[in-house]
């Protein structure tokens, strides 16, 4: 591998037939090769070809798509759009708008963002001056054609991402409409975490002889599973740096590889290691062959303790001592996850792996453990306190394999000297003081907030994103649930449309079911319709209040919301 590592990139990306502005965008955002589901996805998608993809966060299905769509834009062409991704959020519109922007960066790609709550004379202005991608939810979608500032006539490529969550939502039907507004000759992609049934009865109806792809199905590479421990902590993306320092005190490990999913990330994690006071060491397939030998050197040599590096310059390294493998992301694909833990535990020696995961990548987690069939345990994020305890224990371990060591009379006489004007205790504690002072002293951090696992009826069915997306954006704050028993989540046919707003909400629940406000839980409210969770143990009585009250004048539908209604 490692002649041809400096263009790496080019040979990945290039491989899959991209155009030049594609693979430089791409370098220069340190992708160095294609996650599996892209180098499946995109020459097809690049033929014309329908394609239905189940992936989840994390995998690299953005790109999958949005290279493809790039690939085969004609700069000045068409005043109205050639691609229309659908998408169930607003987050999600964002995201995968700044992607395709990202991407497209030398192509001059005019991409537009579209989604309820957002001010629609700005989206018409931009709408006006023509673009070429529109990445959109489908209320808003929806809303433009009805008031014909949205033609979908020059519409070459149609994308419904995340489409599971797009359909829990209730975008069935706004979907089906907006489809039957694009030309019929149309490529159609679907991305899907899950496929229900309905999924794929979308996909048979709209989709033409669509080729299929699923992430997680090389069962061989478990097999060479080693034994070590697995665990995982769940980490908001700005406080990933400061997690993983954290985690690295407590956990202290003789040589580690700390893995990166870009060359900028290795970076800005080498040098936040190496401010920490670690001995870090990047390692990218930007490095000439003759600097990474001198890195491998230091690590084997043990003046290195921390590797910090992508996939591609990892490949092929086997290090003796290593004890620790830490993905600093969810690696894209389950089989990358087991040949990077493959790493540690080799001839019979015990290692751990540890992956630090955001909320909306807890689906990738599920998905490895179903390929390993081993359990990764969900761990607590070291507090402040766990820090300071276990820097004072260093300081303790330290002196005592100290005091085992043969050459310690020549301190004797400093003792000696020392102890004429104090007692003995005070020369020890201020050594002590001293050794502490010396392993970074006093713990001067700031908590790291804890995030709540994703629940399980949520991984059966529907929330790619779990807690913290925009899923819950009316989320009161202050007003957490007083229990932390089982909730459920109830469907109220009214939203934003009938102006509708949380405090409706918890007032009619309130007042008609008597449940204290404190005990509603998140409250998300669409368009149309709102979700409410409430304790499992008052659902019942909560949908039955409701069913007979009346809400801003209306009567609606409610009941529990299922993973798929
Ligand atoms: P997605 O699954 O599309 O949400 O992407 C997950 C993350 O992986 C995003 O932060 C992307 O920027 C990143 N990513 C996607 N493809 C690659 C790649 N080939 N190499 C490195 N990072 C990537």
Redesign the pocket.
């Known amino acids: 591998m490692d002649e041809d590592l400096a263009t790496s990139t080019d040979a990945g990306f290039a491989g899959l037939g991209l155009r030049p502005e594609l693979l430089r965008a791409?370098a220069d955002?340190?992708?160095?090769?294609?996650?599996p589901i892209?180098r499946e996805a995109i020459t097809p998608l690049i033929a014309g070809h329908d394609l239905v993809g189940q992936?989840?966060?994390?995998?690299?299905?953005?790109?999958?798509f949005a290279l493809p769509l790039l690939q085969s834009l004609e700069a000045g062409g068409s005043d109205s759009p050639t691609a229309l991704v659908l998408v169930p959020t607003r987050e999600l519109a964002e995201?995968v708008s700044q992607?395709v922007h990202r991407y497209g960066r030398d192509l001059n790609v005019r991409v537009l963002p579209v989604y309820g709550g957002q001010p629609i004379s700005r989206q018409l202005h931009v709408l006006r001056r023509g673009v070429d991608v529109v990445v959109g939810t489908p209320g808003r979608i929806l809303d433009h054609i009805e008031r014909e500032t949205l033609q979908l006539d020059a519409v070459r490529t149609v994308v419904l991402d995340e489409a599971d969550e797009m359909l829990d939502m209730g975008f069935a039907e706004d979907i089906e409409a907006i489809l039957a507004e694009t030309p019929t000759e149309r490529q159609t992609v679907l991305f899907s975490a899950t496929m229900p049934p309905r999924i794929d009865a979308i996909a048979r109806r709209h989709l033409r002889e669509p080729l299929r792809i699923r992430m997680g199905r090389d069962t061989s590479a478990a097999d060479a599973l080693p034994t070590v421990r697995q665990s995982t902590y769940l980490v908001a993306r700005a406080h990933k740096t400061a997690a993983l320092g954290r985690i690295l005190d407590v956990e202290m490990p003789t040589a580690a590889i700390v893995f990166c999913?870009?060359r900028e990330e290795v970076d800005e994690v080498t040098e936040s290691l190496n401010g920490r006071g670690y001995r870090a060491e990047a390692l990218h397939g930007g490095l000439s062959q003759d600097q990474r030998d001198r890195v491998m050197g230091r690590l084997r040599g043990g003046s290195t303790e921390l590797l910090v590096a992508t996939d591609v310059a990892a490949r092929g390294l086997d290090v003796e001592q290593l004890t620790h493998v830490i993905n600093y992301?969810v690696p894209?694909a389950p089989e990358a996850y087991v040949h990077r833990i493959g790493r540690v535990g080799r001839a019979g020696r015990t290692g751990a792996a540890i992956t630090l995961a955001e909320p909306r990548e807890q689906r990738m987690l599920k998905a490895i453990e179903r390929l390993t069939g081993q359990r990764i345990a969900l761990e607590k994020l070291p507090t402040v306190t766990d820090l300071r305890a276990r820097r004072l224990d260093l300081v303790r371990t330290t002196v005592q394999d100290a005091m085992s060591a043969d050459d310690l009379d020549r301190f004797r006489s400093v003792l000696a000297s020392l102890t004429d004007d104090a007692d003995l205790e005070t020369v020890a504690l201020a050594g002590l003081k001293l050794l502490h002072e010396a392993n970074g002293g006093d713990v001067d951090e700031q908590e790291i907030p804890a995030i709540a696992p994703m629940r399980e009826r949520e991984d059966r069915g529907r929330d790619s994103r779990g807690p913290g997306s925009d899923r819950f954006d009316d989320r009161r704050p202050g007003r957490g649930r007083s229990g932390s028993g089982p909730v459920t989540r109830v469907f109220v046919g009214l939203g934003r449309r009938a102006g509708l707003r949380p405090q409706d909400l918890v007032g009619a629940i309130a007042g008609e079911a008597g449940l204290p406000a404190r005990d509603v839980g998140a409250i998300q409210i669409t368009d149309r319709f709102s979700l409410v969770e409430v304790p499992e143990a008052d659902a019942e009585r909560v949908i039955r209040a409701l069913s007979h009250s009346t809400i801003r004048g209306r009567r609606p539908t409610v009941r529990r919301d299922r993973p798929n209604h």
């Open positions: 791409l955002l340190g992708y160095e090769e294609p996650t892209q992936a989840a966060t994390g995998t690299g299905k953005t790109a999958a995201q992607a999913r870009t992301n894209s």
